[in-house]
């Protein structure tokens, strides 16, 4: 029996013999005392017989005076076991007989004798007293018996005890294995049926299970791969090993580095975007080619003849391959369809999406010319090409169209939504089938996973395997699964001192050289929840009046999509709401907001997190944020407090974080209230812990999964490949 097992069995036998203990000791001097009565009773019933049949011949030798003949009744009645003496006494007191074993302090006056039970009777003939017959009866017996008793009644409550203990033990261990069972085939059945043929007590536990399971399938998956931590130099050399000289290509709408006019001179700008911050990495480790749209105001002047530049310019180590797109083109597909349908779309922001067929038109055709491009761009027959994002639904298909031995792999970087809201899109089944065209799927967490399996079985006829996490579509097979993303863990700078960038940050900041320092850093999106964070600074402020003046939120919020209504509709509120907020605490040492819409470069956004004291995260939902984690990253003093709203990714893994509903604005108040105030130990225990956690679950590991799976795919893919083209040779 497993040591679990016992642990659960002591837990009910001690008690049981705590129990049954203290019952024996309320029991054990009542069932003395009740022998002892019984016995009692038996002897005085015994003696009064004895009576009864000696008082004949009693009356007679007291009439008669004849002693002997009485004298041997006596003795003969004496040979009982438990009648020791009889003295037959006359009616004045003296003694007329006595049996021969006589006892001497036993007379005709003796009313107790030590030892013994002393009973009278009256000898009477026509109302007249003639004597009386004094029995003795020994009771020293009854101790033995009473002993006697207790030691059996002892013996029967710990036979009950072990009997009770052994069939609690045996019972326990049938549960065990009954329920064990139960759970095995439970997990190993179809997962498409486990719901309805679950035994009761398991169906509310379906989901869970299986999803731990799997996470722990996973998490040991990676261990046995991956001993000690990624780092570049690992994904390279794994790399090298899984795929080697195989062509990698990526493609993503917003290209790594951005040339822009500026006067006379051109400047090169990184976008802010969690996405090229999360494959530039990756890229760096294998030197492949990434295609994107060229969107810099320089890009076209910056490349050769076949729209290639080698990046990042410094010390080159991949190619950017530009792709062009005309206004229209921009407008309809990346402004249109991507922002205004399927971003709204895929995120519970309680913003409607706008589909409009133009834009439709224009996201099918820039997916058809990415899909050429790629095509032109590849050296072999079965490269391995990355698909970044929700701007490219349609492009695995028609990839897989024209190179049928590609492994396609795409990562879908926002979250997805449950059928019925995604089922509003007019195009749903087009979507869905160029996204089956992937070899390999991935999402953030395992609940976009579901949620996209869902979807495809509402939507299209299909053969989807739950428990294998696969979609069987037209002869292709998609792999869906969850690969968190995450940030290249940073350099120790040795050089740069937290406290001494904390004081020259408020320094430039005009703020006092104590003060506290909260920070948010978002793209200007209305998913981020800037205006509840607002609101729930706001709320502090009214509720602990003390902090006024004493507490600044620096808003960092780089533009983001400002041609749309949308976007400008939000730009107006955060401005306003943030001028309000100061113009409520005006006349205090330090405003309460400072608003920053504007680009940081990607030092001064490091410099910000390790100056600040609090970074708040509030997204209305939100795929990953790298924000969070980038925070956590650059807090080598392990200080600092992070404020995460439960709907990102994020929280999933950042436990040790303040996690907070962004929608009730009192919540926000009340954690920014505990990280203003938190301990410094605790913010390092805090931190401590969240740093390991980015530290080992970095960008080299989520992309090392995603390669991983891919190439375990792609082998499984050519060994089928092999049995087929052998077995059309055995058919000529
Ligand atoms: C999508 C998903 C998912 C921000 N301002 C500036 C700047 N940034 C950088 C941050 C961070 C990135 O942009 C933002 O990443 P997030 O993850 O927070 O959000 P999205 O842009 O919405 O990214 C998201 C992500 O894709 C990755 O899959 O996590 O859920 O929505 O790296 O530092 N960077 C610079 N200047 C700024 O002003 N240089």
Not at 244 to 264: C, F, K, M, T, W
Request: charged share 25%.
């Amino acid at each position: 029996m497993p040591l679990r097992l016992f642990q659960i069995s002591l837990r009910f036998i001690l008690p049981l013999a705590l129990i049954l203990g203290l019952f024996a000791l309320a029991l054990l001097p009542l069932a003395d005392n009740l022998t002892q009565r019984w016995f009692l009773r038996d002897l005085k019933a015994q003696s009064q017989m004895m009576a009864t049949a000696l008082s004949e011949p009693a009356k007679v030798a007291l009439l008669s005076k004849n002693n002997e003949a009485v004298r041997l009744r006596l003795d003969s009645a004496v040979s009982d076991e438990h009648v020791v003496a009889i003295n037959l006494c006359d009616a004045r007191g003296r003694l007329v007989s006595q049996s021969s074993r006589a006892i001497s302090p036993l007379n005709c006056k003796s009313k107790s004798v030590e030892g013994l039970l002393l009973s009278e009777s009256i000898l009477e003939q026509d109302g007249m007293m003639l004597g009386k017959l004094i029995l003795a009866q020994d009771t020293t017996f009854l101790d033995k018996r009473s002993a006697q008793v207790r030691h059996y009644l002892i013996g029967a409550f710990v036979l009950m005890f072990l009997v009770i203990s052994l069939l609690n033990a045996w019972i326990t261990h049938w549960s065990w294995l009954s329920w064990i069972k139960s759970l095995k085939s439970l997990l190993h059945r179809e997962t498409g049926t486990t719901i309805n043929l679950a035994p009761p007590e398991f169906r509310p536990l379906v989901g869970d299970l299986r999803a731990m399971l799997i996470e722990m399938n996973r998490e040991r998956k990676v261990q046995q791969q991956s001993p000690q931590a990624w780092t570049a130099e690992k994904l390279r050399s794994l790399l090298h090993d899984e795929l080697a000289g195989d062509e990698v290509l990526v493609v993503s709408n917003r290209e790594p580095y951005i040339h822009e006019q500026s006067g006379d001179s051109i400047v090169l700008r990184r976008p802010a975007s969690g996405l090229v911050t999360a494959v530039e990495p990756v890229m760096r480790a294998c030197s492949g080619t990434w295609i994107a749209h060229g969107s810099g105001s320089a890009d076209r002047a910056t490349v050769d003849s076949h729209d290639h530049l080698q990046v990042p310019p410094k010390r080159p180590e991949y190619t950017l391959r530009r792709v062009w797109l005309t206004p229209e083109e921009e407008a309809g597909y990346y402004y249109g369809f991507s922002n205004e349908g399927l971003w709204p779309l895929c995120h519970m922001a309680h913003v409607r999406p706008v589909f409009r067929t133009s834009d439709w038109q224009k996201y099918v055709a820039v997916n058809q010319r990415f899909a050429d491009v790629v095509i032109a761009e590849a050296r072999t027959d079965d490269p391995v090409v990355l698909v970044q994002d929700y701007h490219f639904a349609l492009l695995p298909r028609m990839i897989r169209e024209k190179l049928p031995k590609a492994t396609i792999i795409m990562f879908w970087h926002i979250p997805w939504p449950n059928p019925e809201s995604f089922g509003i899109c007019p195009w749903r089944e087009e979507l869905l089938q160029g996204l089956l065209g992937n070899t390999l799927l991935g999402f953030h967490t395992p609940f976009h996973c579901k949620n996209f399996l869902e979807t495809v079985d509402r939507y299209l006829e299909t053969r989807i395997e739950y428990e294998a996490s696969t979609i069987t579509h037209g002869g292709d097979l998609t792999q869906v699964e969850p690969y968190p993303i995450s940030i290249a863990w940073p350099e120790p700078d040795a050089a740069s001192d937290v406290v001494h960038a904390k004081k020259t940050f408020r320094h430039e900041l005009h703020l006092p050289e104590v003060h506290c320092l909260a920070l948010g850093v978002d793209r200007l999106d209305y998913t981020k929840g800037i205006v509840e964070r607002f609101q729930a600074l706001d709320r502090l402020l009214e509720t602990h009046p003390e902090l006024v003046g004493k507490v600044t939120l620096l808003q960092i919020a780089a533009p983001s999509r400002s041609s749309l209504d949308e976007y400008q509709n939000l730009e107006v509120r955060v401005r306003k709401l943030a001028l309000d907020i100061n113009q409520r605490y005006e006349n205090t040492a330090a405003p309460a907001i400072i608003l920053r819409i504007e680009h940081y470069d990607g030092e001064q956004l490091t410099h910000c997190y390790r100056s600040s004291d609090v970074c708040l995260v509030t997204s209305l939902h939100d795929g990953m944020n790298l924000v969070a984690k980038e925070f956590i990253a650059a807090r080598d003093d392990e200080l600092g407090v992070l404020i995460l709203s439960q709907f990102t990714g994020a929280a999933r893994e950042l436990h040790e974080a303040l996690i907070i509903n962004p929608y009730h604005i009192e919540q926000g108040a009340q954690a920014l209230y505990r990280a203003i105030t938190m301990p410094e130990l605790e913010q390092r225990e805090r931190m401590r812990s969240m740093r390991q956690r980015v530290r080992d679950f970095n960008v080299y590991r989520w992309a090392g999964l995603m390669l991983l799976d891919a190439a375990r795919l792609r082998r499984r893919q050519r060994v089928s490949e092999k049995i087929h083209s052998h077995s059309h040779q055995g058919l000529r």
